[in-house]
């Protein structure tokens, strides 16, 4: 891995307020940031708002606003999210920055160009929700199975993108891992999808959809979202559309499983058609539900980010994502569960351990017991290659493992009675540790203990039980 490392969430769609799938992902991104800059890696971590078409326009309307007013508002949304749960982005870009439009149009006159965009007639099922074209087989009883709703048959001229070209070299760039897709089982799907069908062309603009880029070459045109959207990761770095930016290729591009497809297909395609090096990875997480049922506004269980931090801290709601599922899986979660983990992980575990060390510590000695040094090593090792698996659940569970060691290391060695220093330093020592490989994940508690094991003295509950 090179010392240059890009790091992308996908855009988030500017149509409502961050829920708990886009705060997961960016999350995930935060952590894998801070985790590389501890390594000593030069680190551009970007995430933004994706802000035009039909169902951002018909949103504002909705709301009595023009669509630019309305972005802004939920961009506002977006950023003190971000801020409350301690998000370390590099930049966040915009599809309404002028740079980025100004970007996009200038592919678009290349590809145009280079003919690889040219005109047509589209009909097909068009979807709102999703914002793009479905197939017959996309559709369960008829409908949009992530909107439940039957989509529209639109018939109209439309610019095509010649995606169907690049079939063989994907599928081979795919295969090789020159493109790579994780988990393995994200790419066994993609393999499926691409060996079983032919791609075809790709419409990337509409003539009815009023809020968007228009076509450089046809103003009559705006351009679809998708091909907008995706040049983000690219003028999200200062590209003006010659010369790559330094931290290009992308390292890691994180997203959730529903828009894989796209960012497997169209994005690379585009990528190819420029000459630009393509991403090195993917890496696709899965779903939630909310105590085994699909979050919406009318059961009354979404889970709000904001709100979920403000109640129990920023620090419990990012180890609990991270911690109740395996990255890279779909994932159950609820408010109890995430009140159980704090009490039992964070409250009687992490925070009890710092506390009763701290009580019994009168200064900070250097010998350390070889056996807490094994543990401490081997978690350490377990933890830098869970990272490096982007196994983040696994990451965590290295330090719990520690922790627990610990504190029955203290119950045999019982050192307020036999008083043995070396005792109280190796747990100081394992602390420190622990203080260190945390710091990723939970950035303000890491903080806080350092604070303590510098000073060798007991402060404020780490996570004061509910």
Not at 74 to 99: E, H, L, M, Q, Y
Not at 100 to 106: I, L, N, P, R
Not at 269 to 274: F, H, I, R, V
Request: with cysteine; aromatic share 12%; net charge positive.
């Amino acid at each position: 891995m090179e010392d240059k490392i890009y790091i992308t969430t996908p855009i988030y769609y500017c149509n409502d307020l961050p829920h708990l799938g886009s705060a997961y992902t960016t999350i995930a991104a935060d952590i894998l940031a801070r985790y590389y800059r501890q390594q000593g890696k030069k680190v551009f971590f970007l995430t933004g708002t994706d802000e035009h078409g039909s169902k951002i326009a018909q949103a504002a309307e909705a709301k009595g606003k023009e669509p630019k007013e309305f972005c802004n508002e939920v961009v506002a949304g977006f950023k003190k999210a971000w801020n409350k749960i301690n998000i370390s982005n590099d930049n966040f870009i915009r599809t309404t920055d002028p740079f980025h439009e100004k970007v996009v149009q200038k592919v678009l006159q290349e590809l145009f160009g280079k003919q690889f965009i040219y005109k047509g007639e589209y009909k097909g099922l068009y979807c709102v929700g999703c914002e793009q074209f479905l197939t017959e087989t996309d559709l369960i009883d008829g409908k949009c199975p992530d909107h439940q709703k039957e989509p529209q048959v639109l018939k109209e001229e439309a610019y095509f993108f010649k995606l169907s070209f690049f079939q063989k070299e994907l599928l081979d760039k795919i295969r090789k891992d020159e493109f790579e897709i994780k988990p393995e089982q994200r790419k066994r799907e993609m393999l499926s999808f691409l060996e079983k069908e032919q791609l075809k062309d790709v419409a990337i603009s509409r003539k009815k959809v009023k809020w968007g880029i228009k076509l450089p070459f046809d103003e009559k045109h705006t351009c679809y979202v998708w091909v907008d959207a995706f040049l983000n990761y690219l003028t999200g770095l200062g590209w003006k559309g010659k010369k790559l930016p330094d931290f290009w290729p992308p390292e890691i591009q994180l997203m959730a499983k529903d828009i894989l497809r796209v960012h497997a297909t169209i994005w690379p395609g585009l990528l190819l058609a420029l000459k630009i090096p393509l991403p090195r990875k993917l890496f696709v997480h899965g779903f939630f539900t909310a105590n085994g049922k699909k979050m919406s506004k009318s059961l009354g269980n979404v889970i709000h980010p904001i709100e979920m931090a403000e109640k129990y801290g920023p620090d419990a709601l990012r180890y609990f994502l991270f911690r109740e599922i395996s990255f890279g899986s779909d994932g159950d979660v609820s408010e109890e569960r995430l009140r159980e983990r704090y009490n039992s992980d964070l409250a009687s575990g992490l925070g009890n351990f710092l506390s009763r060390v701290l009580t019994l510590a009168e200064k900070k000695e250097q010998e350390l017991n070889p056996e807490v040094q094994k543990e401490i090593e081997k978690a350490k090792k377990n933890f830098k290659s869970s990272m490096q698996d982007l196994k983040l659940n696994e990451a965590l569970n290295s330090i719990w493992e520690l922790i627990s060691f610990c504190d029955k290391y203290i119950d045999r060695e019982k050192p307020w009675k036999n008083k043995n220093p070396k005792v109280i330093s190796s747990l100081l020592i394992a602390l420190s540790e622990i203080a260190e490989m945390i710091k990723p994940f939970l950035p303000e508690t890491s903080e806080k203990m350092l604070k303590q094991l510098k000073e060798v003295k007991k402060g404020e509950p780490l996570f004061p039980r509910l």
